[in-house]
Protein backbone atom coordinates (compact mmCIF):
# COMPACT_ATOMS: atom_id res chain seq x y z
CA UNK A 1 0.00 0.00 0.00
CA UNK A 2 1.11 3.48 -0.63
CA UNK A 3 2.45 5.54 2.32
CA UNK A 4 -0.06 7.84 1.76
CA UNK A 5 -3.09 5.29 1.95
CA UNK A 6 -2.36 3.97 5.39
CA UNK A 7 -4.74 5.50 7.84
CA UNK A 8 -4.02 4.64 10.99
CA UNK A 9 -2.07 1.49 12.94
CA UNK A 10 2.17 1.68 14.01
CA UNK A 11 4.79 1.46 11.56
CA UNK A 12 8.59 1.48 11.73
CA UNK A 13 9.58 4.12 9.78
CA UNK A 14 12.60 3.66 7.57
CA UNK A 15 15.91 6.60 6.70
CA UNK A 16 14.95 6.95 3.37
CA UNK A 17 10.92 8.17 4.30
CA UNK A 18 12.43 11.01 6.88
CA UNK A 19 15.46 11.33 4.15
CA UNK A 20 13.03 12.54 1.26
CA UNK A 21 10.83 14.29 3.88
CA UNK A 22 13.95 16.73 5.11
CA UNK A 23 15.63 16.95 1.87
CA UNK A 24 12.60 17.93 0.35
CA UNK A 25 11.54 16.15 -2.33
CA UNK A 26 9.31 18.06 -4.21
CA UNK A 27 7.54 15.43 -6.16
CA UNK A 28 7.14 12.79 -3.37
CA UNK A 29 6.65 15.82 -0.39
CA UNK A 30 2.42 15.41 -0.54
CA UNK A 31 2.71 11.74 0.09
CA UNK A 32 5.33 12.46 3.09
CA UNK A 33 3.49 15.60 4.26
CA UNK A 34 0.00 13.25 4.57
CA UNK A 35 1.56 10.20 5.87
CA UNK A 36 3.25 12.85 8.94
CA UNK A 37 -0.17 14.51 9.26
CA UNK A 38 -1.66 11.36 10.29
CA UNK A 39 1.18 10.62 12.38
CA UNK A 40 0.99 13.79 14.63
CA UNK A 41 -2.93 13.52 14.55
CA UNK A 42 -2.50 10.41 16.55
CA UNK A 43 -4.39 8.26 13.59
CA UNK A 44 -0.61 6.43 12.98
CA UNK A 45 1.80 5.93 15.73
CA UNK A 46 5.67 5.84 14.40
CA UNK A 47 8.48 4.15 15.68
CA UNK A 48 11.96 5.45 14.66
CA UNK A 49 15.13 3.85 15.47
CA UNK A 50 18.53 5.27 16.95
CA UNK A 51 19.66 3.19 13.75
CA UNK A 52 17.05 5.36 11.64
CA UNK A 53 18.58 8.58 13.45
CA UNK A 54 22.38 7.16 12.85
CA UNK A 55 21.75 6.74 9.17
CA UNK A 56 19.49 9.26 8.71
CA UNK A 57 22.70 11.64 9.78
CA UNK A 58 25.31 10.59 7.98
CA UNK A 59 23.29 10.79 4.51
CA UNK A 60 22.26 14.43 5.46
CA UNK A 61 25.32 15.07 6.05
CA UNK A 62 26.98 13.42 2.89
CA UNK A 63 24.20 15.54 0.82
CA UNK A 64 25.05 18.85 2.62
CA UNK A 65 28.70 18.24 2.55
CA UNK A 66 28.20 17.58 -1.56
CA UNK A 67 25.66 20.52 -1.83
CA UNK A 68 27.83 23.18 -0.37
CA UNK A 69 31.25 22.38 -1.77
CA UNK A 70 30.63 20.46 -4.88
CA UNK A 71 33.30 17.67 -3.49
CA UNK A 72 33.07 13.92 -3.04
CA UNK A 73 32.03 14.07 0.74
CA UNK A 74 34.13 11.33 1.64
CA UNK A 75 37.36 12.87 0.08
CA UNK A 76 35.93 15.97 2.31
CA UNK A 77 35.58 14.35 5.78
CA UNK A 78 39.16 12.56 4.98
CA UNK A 79 40.66 15.88 4.79
CA UNK A 80 39.04 17.04 7.58
CA UNK A 81 36.90 15.18 9.79
CA UNK A 82 36.46 17.61 13.10
CA UNK A 83 36.04 20.51 10.72
CA UNK A 84 33.74 19.14 8.65
CA UNK A 85 31.24 17.64 10.66
CA UNK A 86 31.41 20.40 12.99
CA UNK A 87 30.24 22.95 10.44
CA UNK A 88 27.31 20.78 9.48
CA UNK A 89 26.17 19.62 12.88
CA UNK A 90 23.78 22.15 14.12
CA UNK A 91 21.61 22.13 10.80
CA UNK A 92 21.65 18.78 11.23
CA UNK A 93 21.11 18.12 14.71
CA UNK A 94 18.16 20.98 14.25
CA UNK A 95 16.31 18.95 11.93
CA UNK A 96 17.09 15.73 13.91
CA UNK A 97 15.40 16.83 17.16
CA UNK A 98 12.19 18.81 15.09
CA UNK A 99 11.30 15.67 13.54
CA UNK A 100 11.43 13.57 16.79
CA UNK A 101 9.80 15.64 18.60
CA UNK A 102 6.62 15.17 16.53
CA UNK A 103 3.98 13.78 18.39
CA UNK A 104 3.66 10.11 18.15
CA UNK A 105 7.14 9.68 17.32
CA UNK A 106 8.23 6.54 19.07
CA UNK A 107 12.22 6.13 19.47
CA UNK A 108 13.44 3.05 19.97
CA UNK A 109 16.57 0.67 19.72
CA UNK A 110 17.95 -2.26 19.79
CA UNK A 111 18.69 -4.61 22.21
CA UNK A 112 21.23 -7.35 23.24
CA UNK A 113 18.44 -10.28 22.99
CA UNK A 114 18.33 -9.07 19.24
CA UNK A 115 21.65 -10.87 18.28
CA UNK A 116 20.61 -14.46 17.59
CA UNK A 117 17.27 -12.65 15.42
CA UNK A 118 19.52 -10.79 13.32
CA UNK A 119 21.69 -14.08 12.09
CA UNK A 120 18.51 -15.86 11.42
CA UNK A 121 17.34 -12.92 9.45
CA UNK A 122 20.13 -12.33 7.49
CA UNK A 123 20.25 -15.95 6.81
CA UNK A 124 16.55 -16.30 5.93
CA UNK A 125 16.00 -13.03 3.86
CA UNK A 126 19.15 -11.95 2.52
CA UNK A 127 19.23 -8.61 3.83
CA UNK A 128 22.17 -6.49 4.63
CA UNK A 129 23.13 -5.76 8.24
CA UNK A 130 21.52 -2.61 8.30
CA UNK A 131 18.28 -3.54 7.05
CA UNK A 132 18.11 -6.49 9.36
CA UNK A 133 18.41 -4.68 12.10
CA UNK A 134 15.33 -2.76 11.56
CA UNK A 135 13.83 -5.82 10.68
CA UNK A 136 14.38 -7.31 14.20
CA UNK A 137 13.78 -4.65 15.99
CA UNK A 138 10.28 -3.94 14.03
CA UNK A 139 9.76 -7.95 14.62
CA UNK A 140 10.27 -7.39 18.45
CA UNK A 141 8.31 -4.87 19.14
CA UNK A 142 5.53 -7.21 17.15
CA UNK A 143 4.94 -5.05 14.72
CA UNK A 144 3.98 -6.17 10.76
CA UNK A 145 4.01 -2.49 8.87
CA UNK A 146 7.21 -0.60 7.48
CA UNK A 147 7.09 2.90 5.82
CA UNK A 148 9.79 2.43 3.07
CA UNK A 149 11.12 2.44 -0.67
CA UNK A 150 13.39 0.01 -0.23
CA UNK A 151 12.16 -3.34 -1.92
CA UNK A 152 14.75 -5.74 -0.28
CA UNK A 153 11.93 -5.64 2.77
CA UNK A 154 9.87 -7.02 0.31
CA UNK A 155 11.61 -10.54 0.77
CA UNK A 156 10.45 -10.62 4.44
CA UNK A 157 7.84 -12.35 5.28
CA UNK A 158 4.70 -11.55 7.53
CA UNK A 159 6.28 -7.30 6.36
CA UNK A 160 4.00 -5.18 4.71
CA UNK A 161 6.01 -1.85 2.93
CA UNK A 162 4.06 0.87 2.87
CA UNK A 163 5.93 2.93 -0.20
CA UNK A 164 6.10 6.12 -1.70
CA UNK A 165 8.12 5.67 -5.16
CA UNK A 166 8.72 1.91 -5.61
CA UNK A 167 5.80 -0.05 -5.24
CA UNK A 168 6.47 -4.30 -4.39
CA UNK A 169 7.29 -6.03 -7.27
Same mark, same amino acid.
Given at each position: ?????????????????????????????? =?????????????????????? &?? *? &???????? #????????????????D??G? !??????? $???????????????? %??? *??? @???? !???? $? =????? #?????????????????? $? =?? @??????? %?T????H? $??????
Amino acid at each position: MKLDEVTSGHIYVDTNVLYMYLRADPAHLP =AIECFLQRVVRGDIVAYVSVLT &LD *E &LYYRLLLA #LIKERTGRNPLDVLQEDLLGT !VTRYNDS $INGALRKLMGLPHFTL %VGT *EPG @DFEK !VLEN $I =AQFAL #LPRDVLHITVLQRLGMTA $I =AS @DDTDFDR %VTGIQRHW $IVNPPQ
